[in-house]
């Protein structure tokens, strides 16, 4: 405690009556000002008397009374324009709320201007006329100016995993986490920038943000991995702020366990914006000339494969944000990047993710009013699903977070009401704000101005993300779902998707249909091959193309290729095998064959005692026998039918 901290500062006349001087005294000068700060933006509303009113005289809780009065301070100093403003902001919010209050009253729904990218087509989207190819070759112009940023603020709870969810194994191949697989990513887009470029001193930044959950066990994860091959100073963390909690729809503050704490809640992934700009890291990013910001989400694997691309439409469209969506099944509980046109003011129309409980009674009210219903020629919504993956030009990204705002979303308050009179809660509630409303402050600080799309993906391709628990995940597949969200399940879309790569670039091999999908644990998985197509091999379709030819693989295959100067020809493979080769070296794989053991996936027995990140899978991989091809030292080498290496220079 600091007590007698703040003596020197006389207790302001407006405060008399409220606060003793000797209380006052014991506060620091940040204490004293938080407080007068809250009692003063209180006057006539009366909603904070629980927390200023009937202190007891100085000599008892002095120590409480510092406490609360510096985690006021804390509150004060994270959230622009202070507590005052939170307050403020959540009557109008929680009034609106009780009230029952539509935003979208005034907004007639559109699907909005996109493209739609299909990976193994050579033919151009009807509508816009740019083929995958296109796409990717556009984007890959633009690799030297981007940055990352990785959200990554929950725990694994809902899998069943009491750690972070990016220290998790993608596969049990090569047993890479989410987040080395990322870092991975964005150092091979950095290698090829090099390249491509000829300027080696191309940084590709990656912020990653973090949570009070997560922040001491993802800077750990960083250490133990030696950064993952990150430089210093390449990657750097933002910890996202919890704001007060409330008690009531009069945004009274919510009370800990004892009168002298302030209860906080986590104010949601919409912060990342206001801590890019806050951490000086838009200010950086604009003097190294960033042009777009990539966000990603912690455990979607399969999302990389649609950065280039999307990368490449946002250049080609001059968007200034660009949502990578999905093709959505009407009704489906997920949100969709909708335009809605403002019914007299122009200025105020957007185009934003709108969740699905909101996009059915929106639709209801236009059109033929059928709601959120399916187009009879695909069978799909036509308004595409959000993946929360975001593609944001830098020229207008600036300008909004330097506006009024500083980079706060819009935000919303979402209270569980005790009963039909809508004033008292459930348990304390929060105001939260989602990453993917920033188009809210786009188009306040731009208005009609501001040009937003989108980039739609087929799902195999870009979208299987790890959320659920086998438990979960095995109601989900009874129930009749055939995407789970399990580990096994984004695992076993992982192999499925580099299955049709390479099928697409000649290879002969069987892609796992839904009706070829085995039951591991409950969950359906693909049988094989299991195929990992490492980032240091190929992050476009061109290089996959240009670097496999011929080849033959098993269904009961494993192969995991890594390395830029790699070339794979005339592969017959049965078994498992493993090629990864370093920087500056070629090498030509041709005509090897492989006859092994393999790799073979193990049911975990029930109630067997195994760890949390094993139990969430279900099943464990035994790895029999498999031939590995390591070559690290740089040269120009060719690998035989029987796996001799040659250095041929």
């Not at 139990?615 to 060719?638: F, L, S």
Request: glycine fraction near 10%; proline fraction near 5%; aromatic fraction near 6%.
């Amino acid at each position: 405690s600091t007590a007698s901290a703040g003596a020197d500062t006389a207790l302001p006349s407006a405060l008399e009556g409220i606060i003793s001087a000797d209380n006052w005294a014991l506060l620091s000068p940040r204490g004293q000002a938080a407080l007068q700060n809250l009692i003063e933006g209180d006057a006539g509303i009366n909603a904070q008397t629980h927390v200023y009113a009937d202190w007891p005289a100085a000599g008892t809780d002095d120590d409480g009374k510092i406490r609360l009065t510096e985690k006021l301070a804390d509150l004060d100093a994270s959230y622009p324009g202070g507590l005052t403003a939170y307050l403020g902001k959540a009557r109008v919010l929680l009034k609106e709320s009780a009230d029952g209050t539509n935003p979208f009253s005034d907004f007639e729904a559109s699907v909005p201007e996109g493209e739609n990218l299909v990976y193994d087509t050579l033919e151009p989207d009807d509508h816009t006329g740019m083929t995958f190819t296109e796409a990717e070759q556009t984007g890959l112009t633009g690799i030297d100016s981007v940055a990352f940023v990785l959200v990554a603020g929950g725990l694994g709870e809902r899998l069943g995993y009491s750690g972070i969810k990016l220290s998790l194994e993608t596969n049990l191949v090569t047993n890479k986490s989410y987040l080395a697989m990322y870092a991975r990513y964005i150092q091979a887009m950095q290698r090829m920038a090099h390249v491509k470029t000829g300027r080696k001193e191309v940084r590709i930044p990656l912020v990653i943000m973090t949570s009070g959950d997560t922040d001491a066990p993802t800077r750990k994860l960083l250490e133990d991995n030696d950064n993952f091959g990150f430089e210093a100073g390449q990657i750097s963390i933002v910890c996202q702020d919890k704001v007060a909690a409330l008690k009531d729809s009069m945004a009274g503050l919510s009370l800990g366990d004892s009168r002298w704490d302030v209860e906080t809640k986590p104010h949601g992934h919409g912060d990342v914006h206001h801590l890019l700009l806050r951490e000086g890291h838009i200010d950086r990013w604009e003097k190294e000339g960033k042009k777009h910001v990539v966000f990603l989400q912690d455990t979607n694997a399969l999302i990389i494969n649609s950065v280039l691309p999307a990368l490449g439409v946002s250049i080609a469209k001059k968007f200034d944000m660009n949502s990578i969506t999905i093709p959505r099944l009407a009704g489906e509980a997920a949100g969709a990047i909708t335009r809605l046109e403002h019914n007299s003011d122009p200025e105020k129309s957007l185009t934003i993710n709108v969740e699905y409980n909101q996009l059915d009674p929106l639709l209801k009210t236009q059109g033929d009013r059928k709601g959120d219903v399916a187009d009879p020629a695909t069978g799909y919504s036509p308004y595409p699903g959000n993946s929360n993956i975001l593609v944001i030009g830098m020229d207008a990204y600036a300008k909004t977070l330097r506006g009024e705002d500083q980079g706060v979303v819009v935000e919303f308050v979402n209270p569980k009401y005790k009963d039909s009179t809508r004033t008292e809660f459930k348990k304390p509630t929060r105001l939260e704000c989602m990453m993917q409303d920033i188009p809210k402050l786009f188009q306040k600080e731009m208005g009609s101005d501001v040009n937003i799309g989108f980039t739609n993906f087929d799902r195999w391709f870009s979208f299987s993300p790890a959320k659920n628990s086998l438990e979960s995940g095995i109601e989900a597949v009874q129930g009749g779902s055939n995407a789970p969200g399990t580990m096994s399940s984004a695992e076993s879309d992982k192999y499925i998707q580099n299955q049709r790569k390479l099928k697409f670039a000649g290879v002969d091999l069987k892609v796992s249909e839904e009706e070829d999908l085995v039951p591991i644990a409950g969950i359906p998985v693909t049988p094989g091959p299991r195929i990992i197509i490492c980032p240091g091999f190929a992050i476009s379709q061109e290089e996959i193309m240009n670097k496999i030819e011929g080849c033959k693989i098993t269904e009961r295959s494993s192969l995991v290729l890594e390395g830029e100067g790699l070339t794979v020809k005339n592969l017959d493979l049965d078994g498992a095998l493993i090629i990864r080769t370093g920087h500056d070296c070629s090498v030509l794989v041709d005509g090897l064959v492989v006859r092994n053991k393999g790799y073979e996936v193990e049911e975990i027995p029930e109630g067997a005692d195994v760890p949390e990140e094993v139990g969430i899978r279900g099943y464990t991989m035994k790895k029999h026998e498999a031939m590995e091809i390591i070559i690290d030292e740089p040269g120009k080498y060719v690998v035989d039918k029987d796996g001799n290496v040659e250095n041929i220079m």
